[in-house]
Each structure stands twice: as structure tokens, then as C-alpha cells.
């Protein structure tokens, strides 16, 4: 890579969120960008949130089903972080006009009840720092133009992060075949996609596991309380004005979101 600070990027981006309008792919105007490089880019702009007053109340794990990698052309899962902002009340409406090319997947979200802190991170400590799973939808977004996207442009823009909305039924993870858990997403009460949890690394606890590992490479822990996104079921559906979008899981329950525009209200 060219000699590039990462705030210049993080900058660009930050502009795109402002106004609504995105940038070329970061992978053709930075020649040559890393994925620790991009990392990089990402927490520059985190960064700038903190300073702007902004929490961050937990991270999410992308591209973590095969499904998902095949759609943006990505072989490896990538992390990025959700501020407070970026959280919506189940079945509540949500402004289209805040995201640029938003679509929708459906989750098995973590809340911890314990801090969690790797590496050496094993499948049973995350389970038991597990407080419940809950049903969840991700808007992702891209501010790179017409996703078009590599995993370093995903990562930069961290990992294409738009919106969370978590359901209102907390279940145990004792009570869940998290795998075996199945999932229908509907869009204006039409089946758009079916999965479950097993599309996500096997189990969308593995993705707990990646992400506490990745993060504690870097002395990151995840704390007590946050909200982890594991990665969707099922290939993301776009979205428009008008649009609901539905997903119910078995075990967790139904949560859904509602689009809608100055045109709509």
C-alpha cells in the first residue's frame, strides 16, 4: 500500500454517512489496502464517534455464512463495532433516508452477562459468559457505491454496519439447538430467505468465539452487557420506502422492522 494515513479514508467515509452519497471502492483509490490496513481505517472513525459523544455498545461478526460470502465476492468473516445510535425498537418504524443501500438479515444476537476476553477464547467459556439469545435484524449498508466491495472495503467501512433491531424475547442458550435453530424472513409477508443458525460458522456461538479471539489479539474484550451479532442466516434482502421486513426464528420468536421515508410519514 502507498504511503495513506487512515483518517483520510476515515474521513471520506465519514463524509458519505453525512451526506448520503458514497465513495468509490477504497480498494481502487488506496492501491494496494491491507486488511490490518483497513482495520486501521475503521478505527479511525471509531475513534472520531467516541470523540463526537457516541457509545459503543457491542460489535457485530459479517460474512460469516457462506451464503453472505458468495453475495459480496468475500472469503473470511470480519467484525465491526455498533454504536448506541444504531440501535431500533422491534416492529418500530426506521428512517429509509438515514441509510444509502440498506438491506436486512436475520440474526441470533448474544447479550453477555460477563466480560469476555481472548485469545485462548474456548466454546465453553463463551457459552457461559452468555446471559440470552434473542431474535435480531441487521440493516447493513455500504457507503461504498453499489456494493462494491472487497473484504478490506467491507472492513473499512465498518464491516458494513448500518442497524440493529433486537426482539423482545430473551431465551437461554440451554433452551436453544442454536444450529438446528430455524429462521424465515419475510418482506411485506412474502418468504425472502430461510436458514439457520448452523450457516453461521457451524454455530453462531463459533462466531462468538472468532470474534473474542480476534479482538483479544488486539487487547480488546468484549464487556459485560454488550450485543453481539453473530452474522445472518441468510443471504441480506435490499429494502425499500413502505418495506416490512419480518424474521421469525423457532425458540426466539418473530421481530420485525418497518421502512419508511419523509414521503411515507
Known amino acids: 500500500m502507498v504511503d495513506y494515513d487512515p483518517r483520510d479514508a476515515a474521513a471520506a467515509l465519514l463524509d458519505a454517512y453525512r451526506s448520503g452519497v458514497p465513495i468509490a471502492p477504497l480498494s481502487e483509490t488506496v492501491p494496494g489496502l491491507s486488511i490490518e490496513q483497513a482495520y486501521g481505517i475503521q478505527l479511525a472513525q471509531v475513534e472520531h464517534w467516541k470523540n463526537a459523544g457516541h457509545v459503543i455498545k457491542g460489535h457485530k461478526v459479517g460474512l460469516t455464512s457462506r451464503a453472505m460470502q458468495l453475495q459480496l465476492g468475500v472469503d473470511q468473516p470480519d467484525y465491526g463495532h455498533l454504536r448506541e445510535d444504531m440501535f431500533h425498537l422491534d416492529s ?147 429494502v425499500a420506502a413502505g418495506d416490512t421486513v419480518s424474521a421469525e426464528f423457532a425458540g426466539l420468536g418473530l421481530v420485525t422492522t418497518y421502512f419508511e421515508s419523509e414521503q411515507t410519514r
Open 92 to 238: 418500530a418504524p426506521v428512517d429509509l433516508g438515514a441509510f444509502i443501500a440498506p438491506k436486512v438479515e436475520p440474526e441470533i444476537s448474544f447479550v453477555l452477562k460477563r466480560p469476555l476476553a481472548g485469545p485462548g477464547v474456548t466454546v465453553a467459556e463463551a457459552i457461559s459468559a452468555v446471559d440470552y439469545a434473542i431474535a435480531s435484524l441487521e440493516i447493513i449498508d455500504s457507503r461504498i457505491a453499489d456494493w462494491r466491495i472487497t473484504l478490506a472495503d467491507t472492513i473499512a467501512d465498518n464491516a458494513s454496519s448500518g442497524g440493529v433491531v433486537l426482539g423482545s424475547r430473551p431465551v437461554a442458550l440451554q433452551d436453544l439447538d442454536l444450529p438446528r435453530t430455524g429462521c424465515n424472513l419475510y418482506r411485506n409477508g412474502q418468504v425472502v430467505g430461510t436458514g439457520a443458525g448452523g450457516a453461521v460458522l457451524g454455530s453462531p456461538i463459533n462466531a462468538l468465539v472468532w470474534l473474542a479471539n480476534t479482538l483479544g489479539q488486539l487487547g480488546v474484550k468484549l464487556e459485560a452487557g454488550s450485543v453481539v451479532m453473530p452474522g445472518s442466516v441468510c443471504a441480506a434482502v435490499p
